[in-house]
Structures are given as structure tokens and as C-alpha cells.
């Protein structure tokens, strides 16, 4: 008898913290998401969730294979032209880096400050060490045998200054992570110790640590971004994939770093944005195009990392195999983001309730079947009587019980980028140890809408800026504009089109010049999505009004 209380019981706890499917079968429960993916109870998954959030911030792979000495960094930047290292790049390259100090490199990477103590709800996050740090989130240091290291985190471009609010899962709108590689390429293979040295007062340690880093950079292959916001991860693994061996840990080559092998993303253009981490929740497949069909994202998340930034990956898997915990709290906190809502943010006098309510009807008959549905609390029962912030709230998501793929006409570059490499991931002996596995799409994952109205510009490609456009006929949508920042209310944001201002309505502190987004080039077009807005005949079967009526709607999501 109590050896079968004691099976029952074993049993009970294995299905209270079971391992979260990871298959390509894997579903989503019918509560509609995987908020809680490891199943644990509240308290617990608050912990972990929060332990999560300081991995974000604090990059926690130890054997990362490019790290920058702090310190020596520091003294750099406050020098001025005399300083021999400076003159040294001036004299190599003509130009100079495009930031003067920590706080400008910090801003040209487009980072985003911790909240206020006083931060409320989704706003609220934990701080590394409880304390406020002096630095944005994205910036990670750790105090290694060699001195204090500086690299960059998953929130360098998973989190955002929205209008105020540092808001963490959200797409960085101006992330240069992929510039701050091929700014590395282009100076640290060629800046000689003895200049470093004496350049930055550096320790012989830190000399070290700069040597390790300057001999990584020979497996990685980066390529800049067609325009800001976008991300060239996939390019970066495949060309860094290339610098070395194909064998089962793809190990180091000095002669490939050298001359690496052709792959074809050193010319097709693949770019996307980073996505948002809400979204995870209610998915079973991975990536923009769902070309990871089984595996834990975070594994993904850090085997990509690494490869791009030149890790020995026997020394990757042992760090895996060794910081189970860590990936469990990363991806704990990943799947529990929330969104914040539009209340958060905006005023609710910017949404108009009667037409939001008209444009349920729209988006059921154009949308729903698949971006998912939407219940709103204007439904429920004596809604009328409640706050407007109330009633515009969702009350469940009913996303696809299987993340689906679909190809509406939009841009195919990006997912026919992955058959460029696909086989070169799924060969690798930690893809096999993560069970984690790429086969490449013709189409792209219909996302989950919710926060819909932060998410802008639209498209994996970030070719639609606001919602106006992207309910326009294809040849009829915006060639050109400038992707922005979130900081001026009232110059930044186009309230009734939900997204970027277009034509004679973009500031002028928008128009940088990789700020530019122009949808004539390869990659970049503002095609295809407009069939579920037509008839069977071709006609248009929503008139411009109801149009916007279907965008209020998307407001409250």
C-alpha cells in the first residue's frame, strides 16, 4: 500500500512539472496558450519568471565567444584624438566610430533604459543586484578571470522605450547589434596588442581577453541590414557557419576564416525583425517563417547567438548540458511576458468604442481565420455598465491549436533564406542533443495580434508602416519612409492609422539615412496580404470606412 501511494504520488508531481512538448506534434492546450509552459504553481512560476528576466539582462552564456574589455573601453572613449589607439583607427580607416563615449555607444545601439522603481504591472521588471543599474537593458557585464567583460543581451533587441515605457518582449524599433558586429570586424582584426595596450591602459589580462576575442572574430560572418529595425541573424549564423569545419560541432578553421565557402545569404536578402516574446505563448513552431518545428526556442536562441558570435560549440554544449536551470528560467519568462494593452500606454479616448465594436464584425469575417479570435469584454454580460478600459480588453485568444504557415503573396526572401542552411543546423550534434530541427517553408507564421498596435511597422520585412497601409492595396502603399524611434507622442505616432506617419506627416528627426526604408529593393517589398480584403470578383469588399473600423478594433488587441 504505501509503495503505491508512493507511485501515485511520484506520478502526480511528474505531471505537475512535466517537460514542456517540444515536438513537431506538440499542441496548444485548450486554455489557449502555454503561459505556464513547465506547468509549475503561481509562486513558482513568478520566481522563475523574474530569474528569467536577469538572464535577459545579464547574459548568462559564460563561454560566449566575444567579449569586450570593459574597462580599457571605458578609458578609450574619454580620450581624445591624441590618444595613439584613436589615431591609430583615424589613420587605418578614415573614419571614426560613430558614438563618443559609453552613453553614445549605449544610444547608437538603441537601447532601452530600466523602468523606475515606480513602475507598475507589465511595466514593472526585476533589477540585476535590486538595485537600479546605471546602464540600459541589452547592456551585460560579468567579471571574468581577465578582468570586467562587456557583451550584450537578449534585450538589447527584445525590449523598447515605447513612449515612456520600457517595455520588455517588444521588438527594438533601432537596434544596431548586427552594425556593432561588422564595427568589430572592421577594427579589432587590425588594432596590433601593443597599440591596444598602450591605447587603453589595459592589463596584460585584458590584453588577453581582447586576443581571445580578436582571434573569434575569425569565425564570424556578419552583413549589415538593409535598414534599421530589421536583423540579419540569419545571414550572420549561415556566413559565421561557413568560417569553420562541417563537421558535428562545426570547429574552428583557420584557413575557411580566411577564405570561407559561398553561401548564398552572403547575397539573398533574408532580413526580419526580431519577434515579440508575448507571441510564444500561443505557438508550437518557431521564427517567423515556423521553420523551427521542434525544439525549445531558447536553445535556438543561444545555438545562433554563439555561432554568430564565434564560440567553440563543444564548449557551448557543455555549458547547456551544465545550466539547465538558467534555460528553464529564460524560458519560463519568455512564455509569461504579457503585452501591455493600449490603456497602458495611450489614452482610451483615442479609441472610438462604437466603431472598434464594428470592426469585430470586420475582422471576423477577414482576419480571424488566421490571426485567431479575439473575445472582448464588451461581449460578456452587463459589459455596458463597466469602464471603457474594461470593456476593450480581451477576454481570451483563440489562436490554432498547431502554429500554421502561410503564404499570402508577401515578401519571400526571408523564408527562402533558410534552405541555405538548414542542413548545416540540423547536422550539428547540439541541434541533435536540443532535438531541435529547421526545414525551411514557403511562407511565414500568420502571428497572434495582440499588442498589434506596438508592433509597427508590419510584415517580418517591416514594410507596411502603419495599419492604413496595410488594409491599401499593394501598388497603392508607401514606397518609402523612415522608421523612428517611440519618444515624442505626438510627432511619432499616427494615432488613427496605428503606426509610423507617412508623406508630409514624418518628423524630421526621423530622416537619418538608415532610417530609410524603401520597399522597391530585394527583401524589402510592401506585396501581397490584400486578398482576404476582396471579393471573389476582385472587388473591394470593405468600403475605407469600415476599413478604419477594423483598425480601431485592432487597437484593442
Not at 79 to 85: E, F, I, T
Not at 450 to 469: S, T
Request: charged share 25%.
Amino acid at each position: 500500500m504505501k509503495i503505491l501511494t508512493l507511485l501515485t504520488f511520484a506520478t502526480l508531481c511528474f505531471n505537475l512539472h512535466a517537460a514542456p512538448d517540444w515536438s513537431r506534434d506538440a499542441k496548444v492546450p485548450s486554455v489557449g496558450h502555454r503561459t505556464n509552459i513547465y506547468d509549475v504553481q503561481s509562486a513558482e512560476l513568478e520566481q522563475l519568471k523574474n530569474s528569467g528576466y536577469l538572464h535577459a539582462f545579464r547574459y548568462p552564456v559564460t563561454v560566449t565567444g566575444l567579449y569586450i574589455p570593459f574597462r580599457p573601453l571605458d578609458r578609450f572613449m574619454d580620450a581624445n584624438d591624441r590618444n595613439p589607439l584613436r589615431r591609430f583607427l583615424i589613420n587605418l580607416t578614415g573614419d571614426r566610430i560613430p558614438f563618443k563615449n559609453i552613453e553614445g555607444m549605449y544610444e547608437w545601439l538603441g537601447l532601452t533604459p530600466f523602468p523606475n522603481e515606480d513602475a507598475q504591472g507589465v511595466f514593472k521588471l526585476p533589477y540585476p543586484g535590486g538595485v537600479k543599474p546605471d546602464y540600459p537593458m541589452g547592456a551585460s557585464f560579468l567579471e571574468t578571470k581577465d578582468g570586467l567583460a562587456l557583451t550584450f543581451s537578449c534585450a538589447a533587441c527584445h525590449s523598447m522605450d515605447f513612449f515612456g515605457h520600457s517595455v520588455m518582449g517588444l521588438t527594438n524599433k533601432q537596434p544596431r547589434a548586427n552594425e556593432m558586429f561588422r564595427l568589430a570586424q572592421k577594427y579589432i582584426p587590425k588594432i596590433p596588442s601593443s597599440v591596444f595596450l598602450l591605447g587603453t591602459g589595459a592589463s596584460f589580462a585584458e590584453a588577453a581577453m581582447f586576443s581571445r576575442t580578436k582571434k573569434n572574430l575569425g569565425s564570424v560572418g556578419a552583413l549589415a541590414p538593409q535598414a534599421l529595425g530589421l536583423d540579419t541573424s540569419l545571414a550572420q549564423v549561415a556566413l559565421s557557419l561557413v568560417r569553420r569545419n562541417e563537421d558535428d560541432y562545426a570547429t574552428k578553421n583557420r584557413a575557411f576564416e580566411k577564405n570561407p565557402r559561398f553561401n548564398k545569404l552572403s547575397e539573398h536578402v533574408a532580413d526580419s525583425k526580431p519577434a515579440v516574446w508575448w507571441n510564444v505563448k500561443y505557438k508550437t513552431r518557431w521564427l517567423s517563417d515556423g521553420s523551427i518545428v521542434s525544439g525549445n526556442p531558447i536553445f535556438t536562441n543561444f545555438l545562433w547567438n554563439e555561432i554568430g558570435r564565434g564560440t567553440d560549440l563543444y564548449e557551448l554544449e557543455d555549458w547547456m548540458k551544465k545550466n539547465q536551470p538558467i534555460i528553464k528560467e529564460l524560458t519560463a519568462a519568455v512564455f509569461a511576458t504579457e503585452a501591455p494593452t493600449w490603456g497602458d500606454v495611450f489614452p482610451i479616448a483615442r479609441i472610438d468604442l462604437d466603431s472598434a465594436k464594428r470592426g469585430e464584425s470586420v475582422y471576423s469575417k477577414t482576419c480571424q481565420k488566421c490571426h485567431g479570435e479575439y473575445e472582448k469584454n464588451w461581449s460578456l454580460p452587463s459589459a455596458d455598465s463597466e469602464p471603457m478600459e474594461w470593456q476593450i480588453k480581451t477576454a481570451k485568444v483563440k489562436y490554432h491549436e498547431q502554429t500554421p504557415v502561410k503564404n499570402v503573396g508577401t515578401d519571400p526572401g526571408r523564408y527562402e533564406g533558410m534552405q541555405y542552411f538548414a542542413e548545416g543546423l540540423n547536422k550539428l550534434a547540439i541541434s541533435k542533443m536540443m532535438k531541435t530541427v529547421v526545414e525551411a517553408q514557403e511562407g511565414y507564421v500568420p502571428p497572434p495580434l495582440v499588442g498589434v498596435f506596438m508592433r509597427y511597422p508590419y510584415f517580418h520585412n517591416n514594410a507596411i508602416p502603419n495599419l492604413c497601409a496595410l488594409v491599401t492595396p499593394p501598388d497603392q502603399r508607401p514606397k518609402t519612409f523612415y522608421q523612428g524611434g517611440a519618444k515624442d507622442i505626438e510627432t511619432d505616432f499616427d494615432f488613427d492609422c496605428v503606426g509610423y506617419p507617412v508623406g508630409d506627416q514624418i518628423p524630421e528627426h526621423f530622416k537619418q539615412s538608415d532610417s530609410l526604408v524603401d520597399t522597391t529593393k530585394p527583401g524589402r517589398r510592401a506585396t501581397g496580404h490584400y486578398k482576404m480584403f476582396l471579393n471573389e470578383d476582385g472587388s473591394e469588399k470593405w468600403s475605407w470606412s469600415q476599413k478604419m473600423d477594423l483598425i480601431e478594433f485592432l487597437k484593442t488587441l
